[in-house]
């Protein structure tokens, strides 16, 4: 699968940390609304282009979900600053 790093240099193999890296932040420094979402920027870094097949919840079990990881950041981030903006679409 990962056969294409066999054939880069060192310098192709720098670029494509520093490309990953790059889409790693983007995600990571993620915040407020954002958190939310479908992230098909992030797999877009990867070489094989393949379109995800993703199964969705029905909506009472996506919102409790949706419940579970705000709650789960209460306790890995319980001094982070609250983002009370609606969501503007």
Not at 32 to 58: M, N, Q, R, S
Not at 60 to 84: E, N, T, W
């Amino acid at each position: 699968m990962d056969d294409d790093l066999d054939m880069m240099d060192r310098y192709a193999l720098i670029a494509e940390v520093k490309k990953l890296r790059a889409g790693i932040r983007v995600h990571r420094d993620a915040t407020g609304h954002d958190l939310c979402w479908h992230h098909p920027d992030l797999w877009d870094l990867l070489p094989e282009k393949t379109e995800p097949e993703i199964a969705v919840p029905p909506w009472p079990k996506f919102m409790r979900g949706c419940i579970r990881y705000r709650q789960s950041l209460d306790r890995q981030a319980p001094g982070a600053p609250v983002h009370d903006k609606e969501f503007d679409g």
